[in-house]
């Protein structure tokens, strides 16, 4: 029995994620199954890169760097939240400008 060519197989299944992901950027509506598809392809689509240049020490390095710092990033505090009241006067101001509302 023949075995197939593993890693031209994981090339060929990562440039078909890239194209899915491609489509599901362009594809016209967002609801929750598009958002998800797209953070879930995003992640295989990390997860392969990181793996394509773990032989390499200064890509493990550099690839394991920017996860981290995103990942830094991601659990830094928000902003904290403004009045709502003060929100909903500037946003009532800003509607006032606008021709034919009262």
Not at 25 to 38: D, E, F, I, K, W
Request: hydrophobic fraction near 55%.
């Amino acid at each position: 029995m023949k075995t197939a060519n593993t890693s031209r197989s994981r090339w060929m299944l990562w440039l078909a994620a890239i194209v899915i992901f491609i489509a599901v950027c362009l594809y016209p509506v967002s609801n929750g199954v598009t958002r998800a598809s797209g953070v879930g392809l995003f992640l295989v689509l990390w997860i392969g890169l990181v793996a394509a240049v773990w032989k390499w020490r200064i890509g493990r390095l550099a690839m394991l760097g920017v996860t981290a710092t995103i990942v830094i990033f991601l659990l830094l505090p928000g902003r904290t939240q403004r009045d709502p009241v003060a929100l909903r006067s500037a946003y009532v101001a800003g509607l006032l400008r606008y021709e034919g509302v009262h």
